[in-house]
T-cell receptor
Framework: EAGVVQSPRYKIIEKKQPVAFWCNPISGHNTLYWYLQNLGQGPELLIRYENEEAVDDSQLPKDRFSAERLKGVDSTLKIQPAELGDSAVYLC???????????????FGPGTRLTVL | KQEVTQIPAALSVPEGENLVLNCSFTDSAIYNLQWFRQDPGKGLTSLLLIQSSQREQTSGRLNASLDKSSGRSTLYIAASQPGDSATYLCASADAGNMLTFGGGTRLMVKP
C-alpha cells in the first residue's frame, strides 16, 4: 500500500516568488494535515482538513499562505510571495478519523524541503 | 497551550547499550502519545502509539511508557544498534487529534 506522497521533494526559489506543494494522502484517509518543520525542531501544524473542510487553520499565515483540498483527496499548499524565513521542510500527513475513540494514528509523507534565496 | 519537551536534545552511546529517551508534557488531558523516528532528510515514521488509557506499548526492542498524571513518557531502546541512529520525536494528541511535538532527541549509536 502506498504511503503519503508529496512533491516536489526539493524546491529552491528566490524570495518573492510563488511556490506550491502537493500531497496525496493514503487511500481512504479522510483527514489531512500540513506541518512546517524548521531545522532542529519538531513539526508544527499549519492546517488540518476533514474531507474538504479546513477545520483548524489557526496557525496558517493567511497573508501569504493558502491551501486547498478539492474533492477531499489531494491537497495543495501555496506560498505567495515566499520570504527568506519560509525556508523549512513542509510535511503532509493523513489519518482516518471516525466517531470512535480518537486513536487515529497519523502517517507522514517524506516532506518538501524549501529553500528561499 | 500544550508544551512538549524532550531531554536530552542529543545523545551518543556505544553499540549494545540500553537507553532511555524522555518526553514531558504540560497538559495531561491527552488522547494519545506517539513516538516517531526521523532519519536525515526524511519524513516521520511512527514507532509506537500509546492510548491515554494505556500504560505502555512494545514493539521489538522498543518499549514506550506513559504516565499521564506526571506528564511523562519514556522510550526505552534495548541493545542499541548503529541503525537506530536518528532523531526521535514524541508528540501528544488532543481531542481533535492535533499533535504537539517535542523538539526531538538526536541519537547516535557508535559501532
Amino acid at each position: 500500500e502506498a504511503g503519503v506522497v508529496q512533491s516536489p521533494r526539493y524546491k529552491i526559489i528566490e524570495k518573492k516568488q510563488p511556490v506550491a506543494f502537493w500531497c496525496n494522502p493514503i487511500s481512504g484517509h479522510n483527514t489531512l494535515y500540513w506541518y512546517l518543520q524548521n531545522l532542529g525542531q519538531g513539526p508544527e501544524l499549519l492546517i488540518r482538513y476533514e474531507n474538504e473542510e479546513a477545520v483548524d487553520d489557526s496557525q496558517l499565515p493567511k497573508d501569504r499562505f493558502s491551501a486547498e483540498r478539492l474533492k477531499g483527496v489531494d491537497s495543495t499548499l501555496k506560498i505567495q510571495p515566499a520570504e527568506l524565513g519560509d525556508s523549512a521542510v513542509y510535511l503532509c500527513a493523513s489519518s482516518f478519523s471516525d466517531e470512535g475513540p480518537l486513536n487515529n494514528e497519523q502517517f507522514f509523507g517524506p516532506g518538501t524541503r524549501l529553500t528561499v534565496l | 497551550k500544550q508544551e512538549v519537551t524532550q531531554i536530552p536534545a542529543a545523545l551518543s552511546v556505544p553499540e549494545g547499550e540500553n537507553l532511555v529517551l524522555n518526553c514531558s508534557f504540560t497538559d495531561s488531558a491527552i488522547y494519545n502519545l506517539q513516538w516517531f523516528r526521523q532519519d536525515p532528510g526524511k519524513g516521520l515514521t511512527s514507532l509506537l502509539l500509546i492510548q491515554s488509557s494505556q500504560r505502555e506499548q512494545t514493539s521489538g526492542r522498543l518499549n514506550a511508557s506513559l504516565d499521564k498524571s506526571s506528564g511523562r513518557s519514556t522510550l526505552y531502546i534495548a541493545a542499541s544498534q548503529p541503525g537506530d541512529s536518528a532523531t526521535y520525536l514524541c508528540a501528544s494528541a488532543d481531542a481533535g487529534n492535533m499533535l504537539t511535538f517535542g523538539g526531538g532527541t538526536r541519537l547516535m549509536v557508535k559501532p
